[in-house]
Structures are given as C-alpha cells and as structure tokens.
C-alpha cells in the first residue's frame, strides 16, 4: 500500500511531466477527491496509508487527467467566488476571469441598490448568481439559460449555496424576446458563448472535447449573443439600470460601441488580472421610462 503523500507524489509527477501547469493543486485536488476528503484534511493525514479502493480510484482519476479531461469535471466540483460549485460537461467550468464580472456588479450596487433585481443570462452552472446572492443578500435574481440540463445543474448550485428562496431559474432563449411576465430588472449580467465558431477547433484540448461547444460558439464573429441581448433584453431595465457583460480578448470596444448604438447611455470596461478588458458595462438613461411595469412580488 501506498501513503496519500506517495499518491500525491507520483500524481503531480506525471501531471508536470505532461505539461499540466498546476500540477501541484490538481493532485491534491485528484487525491483528495479519491480518498474522500476535503484538501485540508488530506493535508493533514498525508503520512497515513491509502486503501486498495482508493489506490485504484486515484488511478483512474489520473487516467482521464492525462487523457486530457478537466479536473473539474472528474471531481464534480468546483470553486467560485470562494463558493462550493457542482460542475458537469453540461456546463462550463467558472474561470477566475468571471469574478471581475462579480466584482463589477457588487462596485455598481453596494451601498446604491442594496435589494436589487438582478437578471442573469446565459447562466449556465449559476456561478455568477450564486457569487451575487452570496455576496449581496437583499437581492433577488432570475437565472436564465436554453440548455436544461445546464439549469438543473444551476438549481443543484442555487440549494447548494442556501440561495432557493432568492433565485428562480427559467430556461429561455438569449437570443429572442424575454418571456412574458419576466418582469424588470436593476442589472442584467451575463457571460454569453463568445468564441467565434471558425476558433472553436484551436481551442485547447481540454476545453474543445469536454465543455459544452454551445456555451462557447458566438457566431462566426463571436458578437451573436451581445447583439441580441442588447436588442430583445434592453427592454426589461428599469431606468437607470445596467447591463454588464464579459467579453473575449479584444472584443471590448466593438461591444462598447454596440451599447452606445443600442440605445445605453454610457458603456464602460473593466479589466481582469491580466490588464484585458474583461467586463464591458453599459447604462440605460436615469429619465423616468412610461408605462413599465413589474410582475409579481419575487
């Protein structure tokens, strides 16, 4: 038999070996995941010896890894925004880019429209719902994505997180008019599919055969999606409300423009870790609006 520190050892090994950049955090995540363990407790008990079921689990785990499949979608779960996501290949893995999304949204409204009603598009795993109810505990938000099974898995992440009462989830298209009775929003926030289709195929392995080819095609030229959610989903705003997407390197000042054209007052960006402009965030004129109204009481 083998210690965890043995198993973790040659994991990371191999992991380094074939190019893995954080072959040091995807082993203790990998073995972790196979002993049942949280990464805390793994850390603690490196020295105790593995079972035979966990040494051929371990292996398996680290079978798919090499061939090429996420971490993420091998354990299940992932984090964001420091919350506990369950994660499938019906949804994209959240990436650290999206939390500047959080950070915008939480910059707009913190101290100004602490109860918000915050729609979010293209939802997929629910990362980004989940991060704002969390982190802004007067809101209430509707997540919103085509797929089915992306919203069951959103639904898994809204119980997960304790945020049920404050989120409901709609399956609707993006790219068409909202449905009747959606009702107005404070915020609109959404992370659409902004790949363009011909760049689909130079993704890396790991992306292009696992995560889901629907939550990353934007069209030929990766704008489909912020076209028309500019142009069907403005109408739900209230006055003074914002929009705020997260963009694709380089696509920043294309999508400022189309707000800017689309009616919204101003159009702003904000950057990521990297210095790229990551959120793109356009507002809708403050002036009273006639005749809109809000449904129900959620």
């Given at each position: 038999?083998?210690?965890?520190n043995?198993l973790?050892?040659?994991?990371r090994?191999?992991?380094?070996?074939?190019?893995?950049?954080?072959?040091?955090?995807?082993?203790?995540?990998?073995?972790?995941?196979?002993?049942?363990?949280?990464?805390?407790?793994?850390?603690?008990?490196l020295?105790?010896?593995?079972?035979?079921?966990?040494?051929?689990?371990?292996?398996?785990?680290?079978q798919?890894?090499?061939a090429?499949?996420?971490?993420?979608y091998?354990?299940?779960?992932?984090?964001?925004?420091?919350?506990?996501?369950?994660?499938?290949?019906?949804?994209?893995?959240?990436?650290?880019?999206t939390?500047?999304?959080?950070?915008?949204?939480?910059?707009?409204?913190?101290?100004?429209?602490?109860?918000?009603?915050i729609?979010?598009?293209?939802?997929?795993s629910?990362?980004?719902?989940c991060?704002?109810?969390?982190?802004?505990?007067?809101?209430?938000?509707v997540?919103?994505?085509?797929?089915?099974?992306?919203?069951?898995i959103?639904?898994?992440?809204?119980?997960?997180?304790?945020?049920?009462?404050?989120?409901?989830?709609?399956q609707?298209?993006?790219t068409?008019?909202?449905?009747?009775?959606?009702?107005?929003?404070?915020?609109?926030?959404?992370?659409?599919?902004?790949?363009e289709s011909?760049?689909?195929?130079s993704?890396?392995?790991?992306?292009?055969d696992?995560?889901?080819?629907?939550?990353?095609?934007?069209?030929?030229?990766?704008?489909?999606?912020?076209?028309?959610?500019?142009?069907?989903?403005?109408?739900?705003l209230?006055?003074g409300?914002?929009?705020?997407?997260?963009?694709?390197e380089?696509?920043a000042?294309?999508?400022?423009?189309?707000?800017?054209?689309?009616?919204?007052?101003?159009?702003?960006t904000?950057?990521?870790?990297?210095?790229?402009?990551?959120?793109?965030?356009?507002r809708?004129?403050?002036?009273?609006?006639?005749?809109?109204s809000?449904?129900?009481?959620?």
């Amino acid at each position: 038999m083998k210690t965890y520190n043995e198993l973790y050892l040659n994991a990371r090994g191999l992991l380094r070996q074939r190019g893995v950049e954080a072959y040091n955090l995807e082993a203790r995540i990998l073995v972790a995941k196979a002993a049942g363990k949280p990464v805390s407790e793994l850390l603690r008990d490196l020295n105790l010896y593995a079972t035979p079921a966990i040494e051929e689990t371990m292996q398996g785990f680290l079978q798919r890894r090499l061939a090429g499949e996420p971490v993420a979608y091998i354990t299940g779960t992932w984090e964001f925004y420091g919350l506990p996501m369950v994660v499938t290949p019906d949804v994209l893995i959240p990436r650290m880019d999206t939390e500047v999304l959080v950070d915008t949204a939480k910059e707009l409204l913190v101290g100004k429209k602490m109860d918000a009603r915050i729609l979010d598009l293209c939802a997929g795993s629910g990362c980004i719902t989940c991060a704002l109810g969390h982190e802004l505990p007067a809101t209430k938000l509707v997540a919103v994505d085509i797929s089915a099974s992306a919203l069951e898995i959103c639904r898994k992440n809204v119980a997960l997180n304790r945020l049920s009462s404050r989120v409901i989830c709609i399956q609707a298209d993006a790219t068409a008019s909202p449905p009747l009775g959606i009702g107005q929003f404070d915020m609109i926030v959404s992370n659409p599919p902004y790949i363009e289709s011909g760049e689909i195929i130079s993704l890396d392995g790991s992306v292009r055969d696992y995560e889901p080819i629907w939550a990353l095609d934007g069209g030929e030229d990766g704008l489909r999606f912020y076209k028309s959610i500019i142009k069907y989903w403005k109408s739900v705003l209230r006055p003074g409300g914002w929009l705020l997407f997260e963009v694709g390197e380089g696509q920043a000042e294309t999508v400022k423009e189309m707000l800017l054209a689309g009616g919204f007052e101003t159009a702003e960006t904000r950057k990521d870790t990297l210095n790229i402009d990551r959120v793109v965030l356009g507002r809708m004129s403050s002036q009273s609006a006639e005749n809109y109204s809000v449904y129900g009481s959620f």
